[in-house]
């Protein structure tokens, strides 16, 4: 039952003061039963004694109702003071895994996973204030309550006093008899129950595709698989909780008993008063109801240190970013103008290198394209220039001044991106741009929506600006989704821009509409132009051409179509591809 967690311990920051609130209440309510049992006893022995008169029952009613205030008073109190301590602890720790999952790069998103972050700050959250309300209270209380009930009792029968008290402190270790296997069976129930969260809303993410494949009776099956595993481990649980209390409740209700049969002897032998022995009866279970309480939490508790293992795991992964000094005046008028790469390397963690010892230039106001095969390190570099995550060597200047010297706060004022698939957040349309200038006025607004030719669709539209998107942008078509997303880059008015892949996965028409604003941006702005389709960027001012995480050639699109590498074989690749599709004979592509 001692189930000290010091990552729970920790996270305990702004709680103490509800948590000795709580025991302090207990210890109220504990002593108005102490304060009733001793009037009731009291009472019940003078009328053994002696007549009752007006006084005597005048006094005892007196002191039972104050006995009752106190009990009343501290049970109602108990209950708001455990509202208030489990809702500061819902609060406190969903705004700090929120606070850290918000903190942390692409990187270390993707090594937690989605489920596991949804699953940590919901069903994880809901354990782990037990922790708090109930079991800490119930833990100080416990060690309190037997040593108060012993001190009240001591002189009506020591012996039962004695007896009780060895007894209510034994039941710590005999109950942990059970608490490491049920400890373990929790973290099995956690397991499966993260587990069974993450398939069920991934396959809510993948339904279309499930459908479209008719596997969804499959993934049913298995996802009915993952619920009988965890039902079965929740089982395991619920068998040894009550074998768990089978045998403590066994064990109290014995001592109960052989209490009884201390008080029965002294009373025979007429060496305690009725009244003390009433009293002895009355307050001799009242040894094991903090026990008894402080069990039931512990077996709450379990699930909640299951959990909280990994929620820490979350809230002690770095997000510091390394920082190296730099005097910015040193960055003169020598410097390259627009971003170096020089000896980059990045190791994703368990696979293998993403890019190996890279140099690049990127120069100002051009236009820079980076093709290649999947995994050839296209999206490895952008994300390196986002600095979702340092390389594993070489370095990054933008202008002169290091990468490092920057943080990824005023880094991401300079150089932003728009993404294969870019976030679309309920709300309107005026909300959804204002995440990149929240000071931007509507005229700002619709100049960058008729930049990305949006225009005549927010015309139509009764409400405007204000017009509500859906869910995560479920009233958008593809491309509506990722113009806006475009238009609210262009909105950031950062010098350098990054499209990985920006018009993939939309209609010919968005696509036309996506690269006609590309090319509108030539010459304002240093552009990174990551695509598939080469014919996209074959105005590029350099195109770098990487394989296997190198750049194999580098240069302008007639002097990589003149090497004819690896470039010119890409080229004419996707030129038959197209001509295939198109039923047109396969010519030469230049």
């Known amino acids: ?44 022995g003078s009328m053994a004694e002696s007549p009752v008169t007006a006084a005597m029952l005048s006094r005892a009613l007196g002191q039972a109702f104050l006995a009752s205030l106190l009990i009343l008073a501290g049970e109602a109190l108990i209950g708001e003071a455990e509202y208030r301590c489990t809702a500061k602890a819902r609060l406190d720790l969903r705004r700090r895994i929120f606070s850290k999952v918000l903190q942390l790069d692409v990187g270390s998103i993707e090594k937690i996973g989605m489920s596991q972050a949804v699953a940590s700050a919901v069903d994880g959250v809901e354990s782990m204030q037990v922790y708090y309300s109930k079991y800490l209270p119930s833990l100080f209380y416990c060690f309190f309550a037997p040593l108060y ?40 129930v956690w397991g499966a129950f993260r587990e069974l969260t993450g398939y069920y809303l991934e396959s809510l993410l993948g339904l279309v595709t499930l459908k479209l494949f008719n596997q969804d009776e499959k993934r049913s ?3 009915r698989d993952r619920a009988e ?22 064990l109290i209700y014995l001592s109960v008993f052989i209490s009884v049969v201390f008080v029965c002897t002294q009373l025979s032998r007429g060496t305690i008063s009725l009244g003390n022995g009433i009293m002895v009866l009355m307050l ?75 140099d690049m230039d990127i120069a100002k106001d051009r236009v820079t394209a980076l093709v290649g095969p999947s995994g050839s390190g296209k999206s490895t570099i952008a994300s390196l220039l986002l600095r979702f995550f340092d390389p594993s060597a070489g370095g990054i200047d933008m202008e002169g001044i290091p990468y490092a010297a920057r943080s990824p706060e005023e880094l991401r004022e300079q150089i932003i991106m728009v993404p294969q698939q870019v976030g679309i957040f309920s709300g309107t349309v005026a909300e959804n741009l204002r ?7 509507d005229a700002e607004l619709i100049e960058v929506l008729n930049q990305v030719r949006l225009g005549d669709w927010l015309e139509k539209l009764p409400l405007g600006l204000e017009t509500d998107v859906g869910d995560a942008g479920a009233k958008l078509s593809g491309g509506q989704k990722q113009k806006l997303g475009i238009a609210r880059v262009l909105l950031r008015r950062a010098p350098y821009i990054i499209f990985d892949e920006a018009s993939s996965g939309v209609d010919v028409d968005s696509e036309r509409d996506i690269w006609a604003c590309i090319a509108g941006l030539e010459r304002t702005r240093t552009l990174i132009i990551i695509s598939h389709r080469l014919r996209t960027i074959r105005n590029a001012d350099t195109i770098y051409v990487l394989s296997g995480g190198r750049i194999a050639e580098s240069g302008n699109h007639e002097k990589l179509m003149g090497s004819r590498g690896i470039y010119y074989g890409l080229v004419q690749e996707q030129a038959a591809l197209e001509f295939r599709g198109a039923g047109i004979p396969q010519g030469i592509a230049v």
Do not use: C
């Open 284 to 358: 001799g279970y009242g040894f094991f109801a903090s026990v008894r309480q402080l069990m039931f939490s512990a077996h709450q508790a379990l699930t909640g240190i299951a959990a909280a293992e990994t929620i820490a795991g979350i809230l002690d992964i770095d997000t510091e970013r390394p920082s190296i000094p730099f005097d910015r005046a040193s960055a003169g008028k020598d410097s390259f103008r627009g971003i170096r790469l020089r000896g980059l390397s990045y190791t994703y963690p368990g696979r293998d290198a993403g890019i190996r010892d890279l």
């Open 221 to 223: 099956l298995r996802l």
């Open 1 to 44: 039952m001692l189930l000290i967690s010091k990552v729970l311990l920790k996270m305990a920051k702004g709680l103490w003061f509800w948590i000795i609130t709580i025991v302090a209440l207990k210890m109220l309510a504990l002593a108005g039963i102490a304060l009733f049992s001793q009037t009731l006893s009291d009472f019940l």
């Open 149 to 188: 009930l012993f001190f009240r009792l001591k002189d009506a029968s020591f012996p039962a006093a004695v007896f009780l008290l060895i007894v209510s402190i034994v039941l710590f270790p005999a109950n942990n008899l059970f608490r490491k296997l049920i400890k373990e069976l929790k973290g099995d």
């Open 435 to 441: 995440i990149a200038a929240p000071q931007a006025g």
């Open 229 to 250: 595993n965890f039902n079965r481990n929740l089982m395991a649980v619920i068998k040894n909780n009550f074998v768990s209390f089978l045998f403590s409740d066994g």
